[in-house]
Nanobody
């Protein structure tokens, strides 16, 4: 299993970034995908989630209306479009794949990409 995360970097407050997470080594279209983030000194938190077929999405209250999660199952890639970025969005962002089959959970983490929002 391999993830290639990209799109992080330094951006000014109010700016935008688009994170990508390209996956391989598992049946991407069978997995729900999530983006988590972890800020310095804080616990990892769920940012956004999308169902395996892309028909259902959920967001943390702190990013609703600013972030959009999407996926392209033909390209085995999940995206996170981040607009109106705030300094408090500064964190390492991780993609996460999860599938629950009966009582078995299969899950995989990406390596993370750093986002810094600062003037």
């Amino acid at each position: 299993v391999q993830f290639v995360e990209s799109g992080g970097g330094l951006v000014q407050p109010g700016g935008s970034l688009r994170l990508s997470c390209a996956a391989s080594g598992f049946t991407f279209s069978s997995y729900d995908m999530r983006w988590y983030r972890q800020a310095p000194g804080k616990e990892r938190e769920l940012v956004a989630a999308i169902s395996s077929a892309g028909g259902s999405t959920k967001y943390a209250d702190s990013v609703k209306g600013r972030f959009t999660i999407s996926r392209d199952n033909a390209e085995n890639t999940v995206y996170l479009q981040m607009n109106s970025l705030k300094p408090e969005d500064t964190a390492v962002y991780y993609c996460y794949a999860v599938r629950v089959v009966v009582f078995t959970i299969n899950d995989y983490w990406g390596q993370g990409t750093r986002v810094t929002v600062s003037s």
